[in-house]
């Protein structure tokens, strides 16, 4: 099993759709959870990050984490064809050497069709 | 957040050959990251790069087939050596700033085709 899951899709959505997007994780001591979103032939840029359980918010994106369950989404709402990318999930647990080692998900390919 | 530079952003090679990737960040960092991204595969961490000492390599990567170098704070290239088909792979250089911070800078990347 591998430590995060993730479905790699393609999900295709209609223009102004909530997209739901999730990853589950076997590791238990994680605590800081990332979102990047990554455009074709780009690099992936921090999207959101949050730490421990809870929700935040930020614009029309939504991040949720579940400890209790390993589980994290991201819901991105009224979506729009620019937000047609690769999602890839992401955890670290504690500081270790001056830097949190980031495990990724597969990523999830989204395409929102106008 | 730091602004990355690598390149070359794509290449094609013959096997057997070497392909050095360089990357530059506009601030000066004290590690830097390796990482490979293989097609629907998770990114995997090739190596940390610290200035002034060897790298650090992941289980799976050694410093043979991946050498580092990493002459100051800003700097640092990755060869890929002896190259083969399955090396063909999307390379990308990543850091963390300011250091000790969660979310990583991410290059461009580098695409490589072996043939």
């Known amino acids: 099993q591998k430590e995060v899951e993730q479905d790699p899709g393609p999900l295709s959505v209609p223009e102004g759709a909530i997209v739901s997007l999730n990853c589950t994780y076997s590791n238990s001591a994680f605590q800081y959870f990332m979102w990047y979103r990554q455009y074709s032939r780009k690099g992936p840029e921090l999207l959101m990050y949050t730490y421990s359980s809870g929700n935040k918010e930020d614009g029309r994106f939504t991040a949720q984490v579940d400890k209790s369950s390993k589980y994290i989404s991201l819901f991105i709402r009224d979506s729009q064809p620019s937000d047609s990318a690769t999602y890839l999930c992401a955890m670290s647990a504690t500081l270790s050497g001056g830097s949190y080692i980031p495990t990724f998900g597969r990523g999830t390919s989204l395409i929102v069709h106008p | 957040s730091a602004v990355i530079s690598q390149k070359p952003s794509r290449d094609i090679c013959q096997r057997g050959t070497s392909l050095t990737i360089q990357c530059q960040v506009d601030s000066q960092v004290t590690m830097m990251f390796w990482y490979r991204q293989q097609p629907g595969q998770s990114l995997t961490l090739i190596a940390t790069a610290n200035q002034g000492s060897e790298a650090t390599y992941e289980s799976g990567f050694v410093i043979d087939k991946f050498p580092i170098s990493r002459p100051n704070l800003t700097f640092s290239t990755l060869t890929v050596s002896n190259m083969s088909p399955e090396d063909s792979s999307i390379y990308l250089c990543?850091?963390?700033?300011?250091?000790?911070?969660?979310?990583?800078?991410f290059g461009s990347g580098t695409r490589l085709t072996v043939v």
């Open positions: 990543s850091v963390a700033v300011p250091q000790g911070w969660v979310g990583y800078t």
